[in-house]
C-alpha cells in the first residue's frame, strides 16, 4: 500500500514538474510577452518596469546602439510585418541610426531614433514614449479645451512643425498624425523631442473669435502631475433622446461591465416603448476600450450574425492564423427588439475598438457610416505588447497582431463613411437624414 502512495506522489511530482517546464518553454518560445512589461494575466515576464528620474541622463554611444539592437530585435520577434525577418528598409535604417550616436548621446536621441524606425512599420499602434514622469503645459490644454487652436510654436506654423517630423511619428492618417503631434506639444519632453524647447516656448493661439493669443511659457508653467480639477469621474457613455425618431448612445471609450449592461438595458427598454426606430452610435472621441460593448448592443437587435476580422497571431517563428467566420448573435430577453436603422459617427479620432465596431456595422450591412474616415486601417494591426528599452529606459508597444478586412473589396483601405461630411456636422446630417 505504502509503495502504491509513494508511486501516486512520484507521478504527480512528475506531472507538475512537466506542466511547469511546458508553461516556461511556451512564455520563451512561443509568448511574446515573456519579456514584456506587465504582461496579461497567464503569461510570465522576467522583466520589470523602471521608471527614469532624469532625462537628461547620458548614455555611452555602445548602450545607445544596443538599445537599437533590442528594438530589431523585438521587432523580428513580435511584430507581424516581421514574420519573416525584419524588412531591409528598416535594417538599414537602424543601422544608420547607431552610426550617429556618440558618448555623450541623450535618451531624446535614443527616442528620436526609435521613432524613425517604428515610423517605417506604418502601424499607428507601433509607438514609442519615455518612461519619466512627463511634466504637461497645463494652460494650453485649457485653452484648447476652451475652444482655442494652436497657430504656431516659437514663430513656425503647426502644419510646418507636423511636415518637419512626419518621419517620428506612428499614424495612417493625416489626421491622426496631428492628433499625435497635438499630444507632444502637450509637455515639455515633447517639445524637447521635438527640437522646440529652449528654457519654455511662444505658442500662439487664435480664439473662436479669430483673435490672436500669445503665451511666453517658462518652465515654472509645466507640471508633473494633472490637477485634480482636471480629473472627472464621469461616466464614458451616455444616452440621447433626439426626438420621437431618433435616439442616440455617446461613446468618449468602449467601456464594458455591469453597469454598462444595465444602463443599455434600460436604452433599449425606454426607445423600444417610445417607438423609436433610428439608433446613432457617436464614436468620434472614441479611441478605446473593448469589442464587447458593441456584441452588447447587438443583443438587443433583430440581427442574427456578424461576420468578424480575420487574421493571424505571431507566436515566435510561428503564426496562429483565423479566419472570419459567422458569430451568432445571442438575444436579450426583451420585449421589443430593435428593428430600425443604425447610424455610426466617425471622425479621424476614431481609433482602436472603435475603428473595429465601426467596421463591423458597416461590412456587415448593419448601418450607414456617417463622418471622416477612422484614425486607423481596419486591416492594420493590434494586440500591442509593451516593453522597456534596457539602457535608455523608453517604453515602446509592439503590434502582435494583424487584422483582415471582413469585407476583402476594402482591403488596405481606410474605413470611408457612407456619408462624407466634416466630424463636427455628422450629427446634424443623421438627423436631417432621419427627418427626412
Known amino acids: 500500500m505504502k509503495e502504491r502512495r509513494g508511486f501516486g506522489v512520484i507521478v504527480i511530482v512528475v506531472v507538475l514538474l512537466v506542466a511547469v517546464i511546458t508553461y516556461f518553454l511556451f512564455n520563451c518560445i512561443f509568448s511574446p510577452y515573456w519579456d514584456s512589461i506587465y504582461p496579461p494575466m497567464g503569461y510570465l515576464s522576467l522583466v520589470s518596469y523602471n521608471e527614469i528620474e532624469d532625462d537628461m541622463a547620458v548614455l555611452a554611444a555602445e548602450d545607445a546602439k544596443s538599445d537599437i539592437d533590442y528594438l530589431i530585435a523585438t521587432l523580428k520577434r513580435v511584430h507581424p510585418l516581421c514574420k519573416d525577418g525584419v524588412p531591409s528598409e528598416i535594417s538599414e535604417l537602424a543601422e544608420s541610426e547607431k552610426a550617429q550616436f556618440s558618448d555623450n548621446s541623450s535618451v531624446y536621441d535614443v527616442w528620436r531614433s526609435y521613432a524613425k524606425i517604428i515610423h517605417k512599420l506604418d502601424d499607428s499602434q507601433t509607438v514609442v514614449f519615455p518612461a519619466m514622469k512627463l511634466s504637461y503645459l497645463m494652460e494650453h490644454r485649457k485653452l484648447i479645451d476652451d475652444g482655442c487652436t494652436l497657430v504656431s510654436v516659437n514663430n513656425i506654423p503647426i502644419s510646418d512643425i507636423l511636415d518637419n517630423n512626419r518621419e517620428i511619428l506612428s499614424y495612417e492618417t493625416d489626421e491622426f498624425a496631428m492628433i499625435t503631434l497635438m499630444g507632444l506639444l502637450d509637455t515639455k519632453e515633447g517639445l524637447k523631442l521635438l527640437g522646440l524647447y529652449d528654457n519654455g516656448a511662444v505658442y500662439l493661439y487664435s480664439d473662436k473669435s479669430g483673435n490672436e493669443i500669445v503665451r511666453h511659457y517658462t518652465p515654472d508653467d509645466f507640471y508633473y502631475y494633472i490637477d485634480d480639477e482636471t480629473e472627472t469621474n464621469d461616466v464614458p457613455y451616455r444616452s440621447t433622446i433626439y426626438n420621437e425618431k431618433a435616439a442616440g448612445l455617446t461613446f468618449d471609450s468602449l467601456e464594458y461591465g455591469d453597469e454598462f449592461k444595465k444602463f443599455l438595458y434600460d436604452f433599449f427598454i425606454d ?44 507566436l515566435g517563428s510561428y503564426t496562429m492564423n483565423w479566419e472570419s467566420e459567422d458569430t451568432k448573435i445571442i438575444k436579450m430577453d426583451v420585449d421589443i427588439m430593435f428593428d430600425g436603422d443604425i447610424y455610426v459617427l466617425t471622425s479621424g479620432k476614431t481609433y482602436g475598438s472603435a475603428t473595429l465596431m465601426t467596421e463591423i456595422i458597416q461590412d456587415n450591412g448593419f448601418g450607414k457610416v456617417i463622418g471622416k474616415p477612422c484614425g486607423n486601417r481596419p486591416d492594420g494591426y493590434g494586440e500591442v505588447v509593451l516593453f522597456q528599452a534596457p539602457k535608455s529606459g523608453l517604453l515602446f508597444q509592439v503590434s502582435s497582431k494583424k487584422f483582415y478586412r471582413i469585407d476583402e473589396t476594402k482591403s488596405g483601405s481606410l474605413l470611408v463613411p457612407d456619408v462624407d461630411v466634416e466630424s463636427e456636422k455628422a450629427l446634424d446630417k443623421a438627423l436631417e437624414i432621419i427627418n427626412n
Open 271 to 314: 426607445i423600444g416603448d417610445r417607438g423609436i426606430d433610428n439608433l446613432i452610435i457617436d464614436l468620434r472621441e472614441c479611441q478605446s476600450g473593448t469589442s464587447q460593448v458593441l456584441d452588447e448592443i447587438l443583443m438587443y437587435t433583430n440581427f442574427e450574425t456578424f461576420k468578424t476580422p480575420g487574421g493571424f497571431w505571431r
